[in-house]
């Protein structure tokens, strides 16, 4: 039942399209919030509150660097993206990333 739980997590954190703007954008390169928030036209604190669901549903993590925080792709979720061809497979389904229309 864990599995499922945890599968419905990353579906929600998934499920908008910001974050998902998010995901794609960190695919590349790793970034700070101020750096996606220009990137992606989207005001920093809705930046940091995306990246929070994304990190509580273990797709992104923090790495704390002077006074910046540098967030990037969990290592499961980078390698299983680099190895499928941007396809993440949860329990539950794949989420395939080349169809996306950002």
């Known amino acids: 039942m864990e599995y499922k739980i945890d599968c419905l997590k990353k579906i929600r954190a998934l499920s908008d399209k910001n974050r998902l703007k998010i995901m794609n954008f960190l695919m590349k390169e790793s970034a700070c919030v101020n750096s996606l928030s220009e990137k992606l036209s989207l005001e920093q604190y809705n930046v940091s509150k995306h990246l929070r669901i994304l990190e509580q549903a273990g797709l992104v993590l923090q790495k704390k660097t002077g006074q910046k925080r540098i967030y990037s792709l ?27 229309k950002l």
């Open 74 to 100: 969990a290592n499961s979720i980078s390698k299983q993206l680099s190895k499928d061809k941007n396809k993440l497979a949860l329990t539950c389904c794949t989420f395939d990333f080349n169809h996306l």
